[in-house]
């Protein structure tokens, strides 16, 4: 997955936000969105959301073996 390249003057936007202790959307810095985990039927999978609107769906998968020599 590549990097995302975000312009100057959004990285300095953002910053210039954190350093008076804003944020750049209408929250202050103490304000959490409320966050709901869900577990899924398949065995690794997980849905999370930030209300309002942000939903990640994330699988994994570990394997173990022994190497041979």
């Known amino acids: 997955m590549r990097p995302k390249v975000i312009a100057n003057c959004t990285q300095a936007l953002a910053r210039g936000a954190a350093k008076r202790g804003i944020r750049l959307g209408a929250r202050t ?5 409320k ?4 577990f899924g039927v398949d065995y690794g999978s997980c849905e999370v959301v930030f209300e309002p609107g942000t ?3 994330a699988q994994v998968l570990n394997e173990l073996f022994k ?3």
């Open 55 to 57: 939903r990640v769906v």
């Open 29 to 33: 810095l103490d304000q959490f969105r």
């Open 35 to 38: 966050v709901r985990v869900t």
């Open 67 to 69: 190497k041979s020599i």
